[in-house]
């Protein structure tokens, strides 16, 4: 089985378990500071050792997490720690903060730009697009060189394109139909 077929299926598992239980937020403000601490080198070289038996592995995971965080969680890494797959834990992570943050009528985005635009400028933008798609959308800013000027958006599989090149290939194609 592929590496991301494995993360989606534990994502949408630990998704639907938090949201049956009513506690993703809780659990999606966990599973994050659990992922920083086992995404930690010596940690990762510790799971990854193979002189390290898994039961081994079980008992510093059991003892590191024990009484300090929800159940949800707790089973969740002694799940990924006993099918030896831990080291997955970011990418998971992230797919369940992603599918957490769509739910909750959230959406993440990029916003393309020739140059680093402006707080403000970003801020209306992401208003606009926001009242647009009706969810709340956080852009990340990319440069892109390739642009003259002007911003692409892209939320999803929705794109919004106000570059330059965008505007010149509308006019050549405008010009075009009228035969000038």
């Known amino acids: 089985m592929s590496a991301d077929i494995i993360v989606e299926k534990y994502a949408n598992a630990m998704f639907e378990t938090s949201f049956a239980a009513s506690t993703l937020s809780k ?3 966990e599973l994050d500071v659990v992922t920083k601490a086992f995404s930690d080198q010596n940690v990762v070289d510790f799971f990854k050792n193979p002189f390290n038996s898994k039961e081994n592995k079980m008992m510093v995971a059991k003892a590191t997490l024990e009484g300090k965080v929800s159940a949800e969680i707790f089973n969740f890494i002694i799940t ?3 099918n030896e797959r831990i080291q997955l834990i970011a990418k998971i992570s992230e797919a ?3 599918k957490s ?3 909750g009528g959230e959406a993440e985005g990029v916003l393309f730009a020739a140059q680093e635009p402006t707080a403000e400028f970003k801020a ?3 208003a606009k697009v926001s009242e647009v798609l009706k969810k709340k959308v956080h852009l990340k800013v990319q440069t892109d060189k390739s642009l003259i000027a002007g911003f692409k958006v892209q939320v999803g599989g929705w794109i919004l394109d106000d ?3 965008n505007h010149l290939k509308k006019l050549t194609e405008d010009i075009s139909k009228r035969g000038l």
Request: glycine share 0%; aromatic share 6%; net charge negative.
């Open 27 to 29: 659990v999606a403000a």
């Open 80 to 82: 990924l720690v006993q």
């Open 96 to 98: 369940f903060q992603e």
């Open 101 to 103: 943050s769509q739910s």
């Open 124 to 126: 209306k933008l992401e």
């Open 163 to 165: 570059s330059a090149q």
